[in-house]
């Protein structure tokens, strides 16, 4: 069976790079391709063509696609957002051993949180120098 290459217009869309959003919008773990197929509203077999070159990817899907990215996206952000509070809410709230006031801070916890997450408080990347 010869292999096609997954076009939109003009421009090659290489099934490397739907893996690649396929993979960001519902995770890498086994069982990503069918997870995509539901959000995406396609059968499974659809995905697994496209994967493997033999589909196209239409304008549709490709509006499709992005649909799903954005969705994902808002989905991610406030997950991120409630982990954050989370782990702020549980450094705050800490019970020291000794009885004694929590040593950390709200904004403590969240500066510690953007450390390690590599950012900035209001959501900008960290510039390293």
């Not at 589909?55 to 990215?69: L, P």
């Amino acid at each position: 069976m010869r292999t096609l290459p997954a076009k939109v217009g003009d421009t090659i869309y290489a099934p490397e790079r739907f893996r690649e959003i396929g993979q960001l919008i519902v995770g890498p773990d086994p069982g990503w391709q069918s997870r995509l197929a539901r959000a995406l509203g396609i059968a499974p077999a659809h995905v697994s063509n496209i994967v493997a070159g033999n589909r196209t990817v239409t304008a549709d899907m490709q509006h499709t696609i992005s649909k799903a990215c954005a969705v994902a996206a808002v989905a991610m952000s406030e997950r991120a957002d409630a982990l954050a509070k989370a782990a702020a809410e549980l450094h705050v709230a800490r019970p020291e051993q000794s009885g004694a006031e929590p040593e950390w801070t709200e904004d403590d916890a969240v500066a510690f949180i953007c450390d390690v997450a590599g950012m900035k408080p209001d959501g900008s990347p960290k510039n390293e120098s």
